[in-house]
């Protein structure tokens, strides 16, 4: 059964393949997928390696934990279960920004 693995501290030039290309050293790599932020293009700075077995993802986490990596010491461990989050930040479905209404209060008092 394959074990995904979360993979922090990478590099902002790390490719999918190079990933998949560094972790194979420590057995079949199933996929690894560099996340990508969808508002600039540019790497967030961490990814997901999926290895074949848990044996060799035991294995990627001893050999790769804290070593460097295109100029990062990376972070490695056994990736969690997404939870499910509020969404925060922009708009509700309503339009508006939630929050108190009409906290702004009215008309600005002029200076005579």
Known sequence: M????????LSY???DSSLKEYFAQAGTVE???VIMDKMTGRSKGFGFVEMSTEEEAQSAIEMFHGKEFEGRNLVVNEARPQEDRP????FNRGGDRGGDRGSRGGFGGGRR
Request: aromatic residues 6%; hydrophobic residues 20%; positive net charge.
């Open 2 to 9: 394959s074990k995904k693995l979360y993979v922090g501290s």
């Open 13 to 15: 030039n790390t490719t």
């Open 31 to 33: 996929s690894a997928m």
């Open 87 to 90: 969404r925060t930040g922009g």
